[in-house]
């Protein structure tokens, strides 16, 4: 690993349990209601908050790879920031904290991905970071004139696709890629990004497909899971896969949502409030179908309660009541073998300001954070 990717933020920062903001570059981030306080994506909305998190000492800020929204009553995320050109105006406005780009794999070419990564690379001086989703939304795929491929065929083709981008960024010169999706005569990328070898790559991997993928090829993992023990296994599964099979080393992430207030029973109001209240329930039918085919007949009597987490934290492990409750989860979090967590909130701003006042300095007191 070169000087520059191991000052990285987030593979060189000593805090036992890293921290990213998510969801930034979306409307309504990852909750699925209908409030005024939810993110309406501004380009000075972004920078506030990006400018706030980085104050506090958040280690990164991962968008969403989103194209249009989900109908129902908000069109939950219709609104959204492309996320490399997103990535390169957050870099040049901050100093410290890694900025990354989520996109799918499909959808960008690698001789093109390869140079804006580069390009943004520079502008951050290493603090850039790729998220790569191997294209789960069918609708979205359809926009670009292309078809849906199989699950497992998908995660070839991004395991490919990232292959010729490593090419791409070691290789002098000119060179002539042949593979089974990807053909390029010629091929050349200048300059590389600062980074050798590369950004940073995450990837979310739930499936033994995608945990093998993460395993083999990126340095993070990012977990969806039902419950913290949940999570906990899939990291270490995947942390073992990548050690015995593939001898690397790989970090995992897991994703919350946060609800504090002063005490359990107002935080579980408010999420009663602006789940149940105020919730777009034809919005998330809307997702859930695109996730699962026929989702309220396929899952029965489990599609309530996963919809109720969708609204409330887009499928996210919640944390809910005082900042001393929080501090248990995530230690529990920490405990279980995750390295750090993406945070979502209903309101951004307020939920970030009140994280760093009163939860960060409990962390710091549990050991989680220098």
Wanted: aromatic share 10%.
């Amino acid at each position: 690993m070169n000087e520059i990717k191991a000052q990285h933020p987030v593979l060189n920062s000593k805090n036992k349990l890293k921290l990213a903001v998510f969801g930034l570059n979306v409307s309504s981030g990852c909750s699925m209601t209908n409030l005024d306080n939810t993110l309406k994506i501004e380009w000075d909305e972004s920078l506030e908050i990006a400018k706030t998190a980085e104050l506090i000492g958040i280690d990164a800020i991962i968008p969403v790879a989103r194209w249009k929204g989900m109908g129902g009553d908000i069109n939950f995320n219709h609104r959204n920031f492309e996320t490399f050109t997103w990535a390169a105006g957050l870099s040049a406005a901050t100093e410290k904290i890694s900025i990354f780009a989520t996109f799918h794999v499909p959808t960008v070419h690698p001789i093109r991905a390869a140079k804006e990564v580069a390009t943004i690379d520079h502008i951050s001086k290493g603090r850039f970071g790729l998220n790569l989703v191997a294209g789960w939304n069918e609708k979205e795929i359809n926009m670009f004139g292309l078809k849906q491929k199989s699950h497992d065929e998908r995660y070839d083709i991004a395991e490919e696709w990232l292959n010729f981008c490593k090419d791409l960024w070691s290789i002098e010169g000119e060179f002539d890629y042949q593979g089974k999706y990807f053909n390029s005569p010629g091929a050349y990328s200048e300059p590389k990004p600062l980074q050798k070898g590369g950004p940073v790559t995450m990837s979310a991997g739930n499936s033994q497909r995608g945990q093998e993928f993460a395993a083999k090829n990126t340095d993070l993992n990012f977990v969806v899971a039902k419950d913290i023990n949940s999570a906990g296994n899939i990291s270490k599964q995947v942390k073992e896969l990548a050690k015995n099979k593939y001898d690397r080393d790989i970090k995992v992430f897991g994703q919350a949502y946060i609800v504090c207030r002063d005490t359990k029973q107002e935080a579980l109001e408010y999420l009663e409030y602006y789940v149940h209240e105020k919730g777009d329930w034809k919005g998330v039918r809307n997702l859930l179908d695109v996730l699962i085919p026929n989702s309220q007949s396929a899952l029965g009597d489990g599609w309530e309660s996963m919809a109720e987490n969708m609204i409330a934290g887009y499928g996210a492990m919640p944390m809910i009541g005082t900042p001393e409750q929080i501090i248990d989860k995530l230690l529990e979090f920490s405990n279980n073998g995750l390295d750090g967590l993406t945070l979502s909130w209903v309101d951004y701003k307020d939920g970030l300001s009140q994280f760093g006042e009163k939860i960060l300095p409990l962390m710091k007191q549990a050991g989680l954070r220098e």
